[in-house]
Every structure is written in C-alpha cells, then in structure tokens.
C-alpha cells in the first residue's frame, strides 16, 4: 500500500508563500501524485497534478500562475509551491495517488487511491 504523508502546513498572511511537501511510503515512478483540499463547509477540489515523469502538470484555474507542482521520483515526494496566497486559499490540503490520465480524469478525486491525513494552510487578510 502507498501511504502519502503531507507536510508544510501553517499559518501565512495574504501575499505570503507556502511550500507543502509529500512523500509515499513506497516507489511511485507509475503514479499521478496530485493536491486536492477541502475548505470548512465546501466540498474537496482538484489543486494540481503531476505526471510520472513529472513532464505533465494540471492546475485548477483558481490556482494557476500562483502554484507549482513539483515531483521528485528518486525521494517519491511532490511538492506544491503556493505563491501569492489569499485568504480563499484557506483550506486543508491533501496528497493523493492514482492513475494518471487526462485532465478532465485526474481533477476528479474518485480516480484516486490513497489519500494522505492533510496539512492546513490558513491564509490571514
């Protein structure tokens, strides 16, 4: 089983950045590693995801431009550089693991097999 542990949560004021980082417990060289999040009372929604080889990126529209997919095989970990946040960025942010495919396939999270704890990322006005 592929277990992600998220990392990087915290506390920012609007404008700061944050870098979250996961890393599974084993080889994910076949894998999509994606973010989701889930702000209090509002459903959970695609972040980013980035292809096996790391050469394929999907952002949502509201992150694009501000946020950053990283992926490094050889530590099985993906990291989310989020810059320019703001408060509607507040959320807490989960890894997950699956299949890669299209775009309109790894922005749904019932694709998805293994899901981290999450890592909250409060963004102060």
């Known amino acids: 089983q592929v277990q992600p542990v998220e990392s990087g949560g915290g506390l920012v004021q609007a404008g700061g950045s944050l870098r979250l980082s996961c890393t599974a417990s084993?080889?994910?060289?076949?894998?999509?590693m994606a973010w989701f999040r889930q702000a209090p009372g509002k459903e959970r929604e695609f972040v980013a995801a980035?292809?096996?080889?790391?050469?394929?990126?999907y952002y949502a529209d509201s992150v694009k431009d501000r946020f950053t997919i990283f992926r490094d095989n050889s530590k099985r970990a993906a990291d989310l550089q989020m810059d320019h946040l703001n408060p509607e960025d507040t959320a807490n942010y989960y890894c997950?693991?699956?299949?890669?495919?299209?775009?309109?396939?790894?922005?749904?999270?019932?694709?998805?097999?293994?899901w981290g704890q999450g890592t909250q990322v409060t963004v102060s006005s």
């Open positions: 084993t080889d994910t060289l076949h894998y999509n």
């Open positions: 980035v292809s096996p080889n790391g050469q394929i990126t």
């Open positions: 997950a693991i699956g299949h890669w495919g299209t775009r309109d396939y790894v922005i749904r999270d019932d694709t998805y097999w293994y």
